[in-house]
């Protein structure tokens, strides 16, 4: 069955961008007067670099909305469930407990309604709702190489979901033989997050949460180099399989 074509109009697709920016909102820049946050906001610990490129670009090619984020996730993070040890950060974790809320009020909870709405509006219309999760990585964690291109995060057990990427793997690897694409790494797909927490609204048949993580070295290249790997993926699914 030819699951990955981007045309079928049983599904509708979702793009979101969790990770965007560093933005600081200036009621709350009193929290990042420490030494080390200037090097922490421009750093992956702060944001995704061209992540928001990315999901920019992927959301213009399949003509839907993109639902993102510019606010560091040192803020909050929005990929992370509520009693997450990381929902918080070093300059946030310490906060009073009603600057805390004030924080989840304004930046948390309307992102993650935004997303749970519009996935909503393609249930109930009867669709299957795809789910795309744009994220970077960095190269290296820790002083260890990663040696992957792309990966694509999913949950193994929902049986949809893990079909589409392994079609949508296979259609990039033969495109380009060379790209290091792996299966739920470096993070794995059923790891706290946005998807993993959604998959547990939707029927695994109504909903595909898949993450999609780029190698940040693509934009820092260049913007372009980036854009060439996120054109791979927009390919693929848009090509015939091979019998």
Not at 1 to 29: K, W
Request: glycine fraction near 6%; aromatic fraction near 10%; proline fraction near 4%.
């Amino acid at each position: 069955m030819d699951l990955i074509s981007f045309a079928n109009s049983d599904r509708a697709y979702v793009v979101t961008c969790e990770h965007g920016g560093n933005q600081v909102p200036h009621d709350f820049a009193d929290a990042f007067g420490r030494g080390d946050a200037k090097a922490w906001l421009a750093s992956h610990r702060g944001h995704d670099p061209g992540s928001l490129a990315a999901a920019r670009q992927l959301a213009e090619s399949l003509r839907v909305d993109r639902i993102s984020s510019t606010t560091t996730r040192l803020l909050v993070d929005l990929n992370r469930s509520l009693d997450h040890e990381s929902l918080f950060s070093k300059f946030t974790r310490d906060l009073a407990d009603d600057r805390k809320r004030l924080i989840l009020d304004r930046y948390y909870h309307p992102y993650r309604n935004a997303v749970g709405n519009a996935i909503d509006a393609i249930v109930d219309r009867g669709q299957t709702a795809i789910h795309f999760s744009v994220h970077t990585f960095t190269p290296r964690i820790a002083g260890v190489w990663r040696p992957i291109d792309l990966g694509l995060l999913f949950d193994p057990d929902a049986a949809g979901e893990a079909e589409y990427c392994r079609q949508w793997r296979q259609r990039l690897l033969e495109r380009s033989p060379k790209r290091r694409i792996l299966m739920n790494e470096p993070y794995a797909g059923t790891a706290d997050g946005l998807t993993t927490a959604l998959r547990k609204r939707y029927d695994s048949r109504r909903y595909f949460g898949i993450e999609i993580e780029i190698n940040n070295r693509f934009f820092k290249r260049s913007p372009e180099h980036q854009r060439r790997v996120v054109d791979e993926l927009l390919a693929a699914g848009r090509e015939r399989p091979v019998d």
